[in-house]
């Protein structure tokens, strides 16, 4: 382990020097974080190029029932933070290969839109999209984007204010040398960790067994983002295909395998640790495997009811319905962490951090937790 973590040190090293991102959004982002401002990090291997995500969002608030004096001092911070940013594009606009300035203010209505683009090699031309007044570019080493926008709801405003900066490294390799996510070897090095915390009072780990077969259809299901009060017995939580339409072999069916750790609320200090070597493991892996397809999402807390995936291993074309997720969340329970792997399409069902499995809707729980009002 001492090994591999040494050869992945490197490994990052390199890449981040080779990474040259623009200094000033980097001086940007440390500045965000140092007003309060959470930075949200995120990598993709799309295969010829990996895309590098720093994103930011933050509500700058006008209560009527606070005096103005009272508000400005709330919002200095993020007022210091929005100016910076400003600042930041208007200067970088004049090295830039293209860029897109938009304001507008009236009363306490205010839209602001930024865009700016570097190109990689000398000649790229970037793709611009325009709707309405925003504009995003395409084809671009580096671009970045603000938008900021006065939502006026019954008495209050808030303005919300959307911060996206993306670097596009290129890949070494070519999309025919990619390969499916190793979720068995990621599995192995994360393995061991999870073993340590089982060995904690109250922690637990639970099997994952979601399966529906072709011809089972449920007609009502919980998607992300979307809510229903309907009941079935086989409701599901949200589903989602990890197989292309015209992927037959495993089109309407689908199996999800792996564990489920649970960590009570009074061991924070240890999910914590757990997490952030988690994060660490995972970060060094996606660098050290360019060759895999990926998504990686940095994580240093649980949030509260979101499916947060520090690692998914995306379908690569030679392997469309085969998927890895490694997911973290808070809930009244605890602290979650979820490594699965599925085969055709995922389903999630309700309740599932309380059932031993789920097969064409028949739940079965584990032993003392079957919900009160569950009618199976």
Sequence with gaps: MKKFMMAIAGIVLCLTANAQVNPMFTELEDYLQEQGIEVFYSQRNKGEWIDHERS?????????DFPDS?????????????????????????????????????GQRDTIEYSIAFAGEEGDSALSFKHNNAVSFRNMRE??????????????????????????????????????????GF???????????????????YPIYWRHDEGYTDSVYWSRGKG??????????????LSHDDDEENKHTGMTTGTHYLIPKEKEM?????????????????????????SYHRYNRYYKGSWGALV???????????GYELNCFLDEDGFHIVSIVTLGEMWMPRDWTKLKSWINGERIYFKGMKPKDSKK
Excluded: C
Excluded at 56 to 64: D, G, K, M, P, Q
Excluded at 74 to 92: G, W
Excluded at 187 to 205: H, T
Excluded at 273 to 287: C, Q, T
């Design 143 to 184: 671009v970045g984007r603000l938008h900021y926008n006065n939502t006026i709801l019954s008495a209050d405003t808030f303005g919300n204010a959307r911060y996206w900066h993306h670097y596009y490294e290129q890949n070494p390799l070519t999309w025919e040398q990619l390969q499916d996510f190793d979720a068995e």
């Design 56 to 64: 930011a969002s933050f509500w700058i608030n006008h209560y009527r």
């Design 228 to 241: 229903s009060d309907k009941e079935t017995s086989g409701g599901l939580q949200f589903k989602y295909t």
């Design 270 to 294: 240890l999910a914590l640790e757990l997490l952030h070597r988690l994060d660490s493991i995972s970060f060094a892996y996606v660098n050290a495997h360019p060759e895999q397809v990926y």
């Design 187 to 205: 599995q192995q090095l994360i393995e061991p960790f999870f073993q340590a915390a089982l060995k904690e009072k109250g922690v637990k780990s």
């Design 70 to 106: 009272v508000m400005a001092l709330r919002n200095k911070p993020l007022q210091m933070a929005m100016d910076s940013i400003r600042r930041t594009f208007s200067v970088l606009s004049t090295s830039a290969a293209e860029s897109y300035m938009y304001e507008y203010h009236r």
């Design 312 to 322: 998914s291993g995306t379908v690569h074309y030679r392997n469309k319905g085969r």
